[in-house]
């Protein structure tokens, strides 16, 4: 059996989207299985969500304006040296 130092060996030589691939499958094997109630909940609040947008009751701003404001927020918490 291959161990695990063996493994990260081999998978350190896959091309990045592969390895990509592999930590995601990794991370996902740690969470289990989805809950039915926690999922039909994000189901809910995702359609509420889109609703409210579709409607215009929700104001949206554009990815680089979100950028934008993320950037500043991370600047505030932990300034740049």
């Known amino acids: 059996m291959a ?3 063996d493994l ?5 030589r896959l091309p990045i ?8 499958e990794l991370l996902s ?11 039909a909940a994000w ?3 995702i359609r509420r969500r889109l609703d409210d947008v579709r409607a215009g009751r929700a ?4 990815a680089e304006e979100s950028l ?11 300034p740049l040296r």
């Open 68 to 78: 934008q404001r993320l950037d500043a927020i991370l600047a505030k918490a932990r």
């Open 29 to 39: 094997s740690l969470d289990g299985e989805p809950e039915e109630d926690v999922e």
């Open 17 to 24: 989207h592969e390895r990509a691939e592999m930590v995601r």
């Open 43 to 45: 189901t809910a609040e």
């Open 59 to 62: 104001k949206t701003i554009s």
């Open 8 to 12: 990260l060996t081999d998978a350190l």
């Open 3 to 5: 161990t695990k130092d």
